[in-house]
Each structure stands twice: as structure tokens, then as C-alpha cells.
């Protein structure tokens, strides 16, 4: 079986393409969407897209990992600087993930230099726009073939 990649979304990503695209570019969502899933088909390697806008939603998807996924590409937005309870469903599952963001989050508002998850993460990826997805799962998919 080939190995399965979840990459997972936070809020507000939904809304990529028209919203502040002087940081976040105007490609959507969809279009990384595709792009993800194309590289993942080259690399050999299954995927799964999920985004939401909801907490309690992101913590299920991180929880839903056990099991059925190999590692993960994490896009956790707002609630990388946030969220206790995404870094605690990140310590249970102790799935295998990059985490990425499209603007390079230490060239930004102090609080958010500051993610709660990237430590637990094998890497971080961040600043290099809708590429960070593509970098984040070539990340992944090198870390899981050399273990
Ligand atoms: C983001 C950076 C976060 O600070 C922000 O809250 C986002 C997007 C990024 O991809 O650059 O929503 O994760």
C-alpha cells in the first residue's frame, strides 16, 4: 500500500485567493488543492485534503490520523499561535507532520513568531507561498522513506 499523506487546513484558508493576497498571494485553495495532489501522485504517495474553519473539527481530523495515515502536512493558520488543543491532539496521535505556512510567519506580527505546534513537527516550512505545500510534502514523503 502506498503511504498516506493527510494534509490538513485550518480557517480562513478557505478563503485564499481574495483575502489579503498582498500577504497570501491569489492562488486559492482549490488550485493548491491540485497542485498537492498532482506532486502526490508523482512522488507515489496518497492524499487527503481536509479544511475548516472550526477548532473542535481540526482536532478530529488530527485525532482521525491514527491508523490511516503515515504523516501529515499541517497548515494550522490562526490556530498555530493558539491552540493548546491542536498541539494536544498533535501529542496523541504522534503522527509524523510537517507544518507550513504560505507568509513566513517570523517576518510578522510578534505573536505570531510563535507557533505552539512547530516543535513537535519534523519541520517547518514557511514563506514560500502556495510552494511551502509542495516543499511540506516532499518533506514528509523523504522523512517517511528514510526511516
Ligand atoms: C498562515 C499564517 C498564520 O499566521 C495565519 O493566521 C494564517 C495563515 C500562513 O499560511 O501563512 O491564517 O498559517
Request: glycine share 10%.
Amino acid at each position: 500500500m502506498p503511504p498516506h499523506i493527510a494534509v490538513l487546513n485550518g480557517p480562513n484558508l478557505n478563503l485564499l485567493g481574495e483575502r489579503e493576497p498582498e500577504v497570501y498571494g491569489r492562488t486559492s485553495l482549490a488550485e493548491i488543492e491540485r497542485a498537492t495532489r498532482e506532486r502526490a501522485r508523482a512522488l507515489g504517495v496518497e492524499c487527503s485534503w481536509v479544511q475548516t474553519n472550526h477548532e473542535g473539527e481540526l482536532v478530529e481530523a488530527i485525532q482521525g490520523l491514527k491508523g490511516r495515515s503515515d504523516g501529515a502536512v499541517i497548515n494550522a493558520a490562526a490556530f498555530t499561535h493558539t491552540s493548546l488543543a491542536v498541539r494536544d491532539a498533535l501529542l496523541a496521535v504522534r503522527v509524523p507532520f510537517v507544518e507550513v505556512h504560505l507568509s513566513n510567519i517570523f517576518a510578522r506580527e510578534p505573536e505570531r513568531r510563535r507557533s505552539l505546534l512547530a516543535d513537535l513537527a519534523v519541520g517547518v516550512v514557511t514563506g514560500f507561498g502556495p510552494e511551502s505545500y509542495r516543499l511540506g510534502l516532499e518533506g514528509i514523503v523523504g522523512y517517511l522513506k528514510a526511516r
